[in-house]
């Protein structure tokens, strides 16, 4: 079992930067960890996912120069850094992850988060 508990959202205006936080716990010695959205009536979509502990994280290309996956291995936290929000960047943000292999599909991911709203603002 793996548990996940998000920190960080908040409103910020557009152009505005905020850096999420995912703090694990659980049995496990690796996995993959990644950072997923939704809005209401949508899919949930990858933002960035990357194995733990690692260095190779994997970007959608429709997210690609604005987001920023990293890990603190010692600290069990993953961070999402993002810069130059947008509006539509308004969401839902949840840490997810998986004993398996990494991927973009949300259904590979078996442990959720609660999730930490985003709202930007123009």
């Known amino acids: 079992q793996v548990q996940l508990v998000e920190s960080g959202g908040g409103s910020v205006r557009a152009g505005g930067s905020l850096r999420l936080s995912c703090v694990a716990s659980?049995?496990?010695?690796?996995?993959?960890m990644g950072w997923f959205r939704q809005t209401p009536g949508q899919e949930r979509e990858a933002v960035a996912v990357m194995y733990i502990p690692g260095n190779s994280p994997a970007i959608p290309n429709s997210m690609k120069g604005r987001f920023t996956i990293s890990q603190d291995h010692a600290k069990n936290t993953l961070y999402l850094q993002m810069n130059s929000l947008k509006p539509e960047d308004t969401a839902m943000y949840y840490c997810a992850a998986t004993l398996g292999l990494c991927g973009f599909d949300p259904v590979r991911y078996k442990f959720w988060g609660q999730g930490t709203q985003v709202t930007v603002s123009s």
């Open positions: 659980g049995d496990y010695t690796s996995a993959c």
